[in-house]
């Protein structure tokens, strides 16, 4: 299927938009932080990117309809757990509306900020939360690391065309 559309004073059509950014393939991550009440919260997401060096910053987006905006929008900071390929199942959980996404014993309290942080990320970047930016219907967390941890890298989990893949 070929479309093409004016990039012009025209309106994309959203459906051509979503399928045109499924093709652009995105590493996940899970995104987790903590409530007032000291909850976890936690999601499943494909933007997320580097934004600085010095000092170094990270930038994730969460959409306003997501179960974790509340709890994100609030927090002083958060985590960024990177997936690889045996984590397939809990990016799963990680996106439905709906499920006890911390039900399994994968997380723990990182030291020092206490966010959870997943035992067997490829890495894990704590972050204080330096600015949120509203655009469109999701803030932009940006993100000044203030601790990383690398362990053992797997092939990392990638999104592409609305699924899971590895690099080969």
Partial sequence: ?????????SAVDPVVFRE????????????????PDGRPWGFTASSVASMSLDPPLVVVGVAHTSSCYGALAKAEGFAVNLLGDQHRELARRFA?????????????????????????????????????????????LVGELIAVRLDSVTRPLLWYRRDFHVPG
């Avoid at 723990?108 to 890495?123: G, H, I, K, M, R």
């Fill in 96 to 140: 439905e509306h709906g499920a006890d996404r911390f039900a399994g014993r994968e997380f723990e309290a990182c030291p020092v900020t206490e966010l959870p942080c997943l035992s067997d990320a490829n890495a894990v970047f704590k972050c204080r939360t330096a600015e949120r930016i509203t655009i469109g219907d999701h803030d932009l």
């Fill in 20 to 35: 045109a950014m499924s093709r652009l393939a995105a590493p996940l991550a899970i995104i987790t932080t903590r409530g």
């Fill in 1 to 9: 299927m070929s479309t093409s559309v004016d990039s012009g004073l």
